[in-house]
T-cell receptor, first 113, second 114 residues
Framework: DVKVTQSSRYLVKRTGEKVFLECVQD?????MFWYRQDPGLGLRLIYF???????EKGDIPEGYSVSREKKERFSLILESASTNQTSMYLC????????????FGPGTRLTVT | SQQGEEDPQALSIQEGENATMNCSYK?????LQWYRQNSGRGLVHLIL?????REKHSGRLRVTLDTSKKSSSLLITASRAADTASYFC??????????????FGKGTHLIIQP
């Protein structure tokens, strides 16, 4: 069974802290994505990666960075967490071309106080 | 960026009835996908329909795509309590040789009354 895992289901951090959200997939997918989900706004793409060490900005990259050192792992980094980054963060992976469905992890609900 | 918009925002029906949700988008797409999200969980892919397809079935799900109207519909037949969830449409486009993320709508919250 295909699987995308995220390091934490719930996370509480203080304003100004550096936060790492980790995502691992076991499907050998080239593409990985980070979204945030907020009530009334739906899912919005933060960053994606189509290969190791490659990254592309999504619709809302400000305040975030990413790292992809290995194919199976894609990390989202909040350099200095702020309260407006309180949200549900969802990681996904997908094969490169043709068949393009995305497989999602269970999500990390981050609260920044 | 292109965006799917679902309609209605919320839908409540009796178990056994059919549920129809609609999605509209703004620009050309490669494919359109529907996802389900149970409360507080990740999204689960339901069905993908490509721009050259008009209709697709999967079990109790039927999806249509009208590229001239830039719209899609998801029909769930013979609904069950377990179908209670939020449903999202998402559009995908390819640029260059790489792949973009999906652009999601805000979702339809479906409640199946027992």
């Amino acid at each position: 069974d295909v699987k995308v895992t995220q390091s934490s289901r719930y996370l509480v951090k203080r304003t100004g802290e550096k936060v790492f959200l980790e995502c691992v997939q076991d499907m050998d997918h080239e593409n990985m994505f980070w979204y945030r989900q907020d009530p009334g706004l739906g899912l919005r793409l933060i960053y994606f990666s189509y290969d190791v060490k490659m990254k592309e900005k999504g619709d809302i990259p400000e305040g975030y960075s990413v790292s992809r050192e290995k194919k199976e792992r894609f990390s989202l980094i909040l350099e200095s967490a702020s309260t407006n980054q309180t949200s549900m963060y969802l990681c996904a992976s997908a094969r490169l071309a043709g068949h393009y469905e995305q497989y999602f992890g269970p999500g990390t609900r981050l609260t920044v106080t | 960026s292109q965006q799917g918009e679902e309609d209605p925002q919320a839908l409540s029906i009796q178990e056994g009835e059919n549920a129809t949700m609609n999605c509209s988008y703004k620009t050309s797409i490669n494919n359109l996908q529907w996802y389900r999200q149970n409360s507080g969980r990740g999204l689960v892919h339901l069905i993908l329909i490509r721009s050259n397809e008009r209709e697709k079935h999967s079990g109790r799900l039927r999806v249509t795509l009208d590229t001239s109207k830039k719209s899609s519909s998801l029909l769930i037949t013979a609904s069950r309590a377990a179908d209670t969830a939020s449903y999202f449409c998402a559009t995908a486009a390819f640029s260059g040789g790489g792949a973009d993320g999906l652009t999601f709508g805000k979702g339809t919250h479906l409640i199946i009354q027992p």
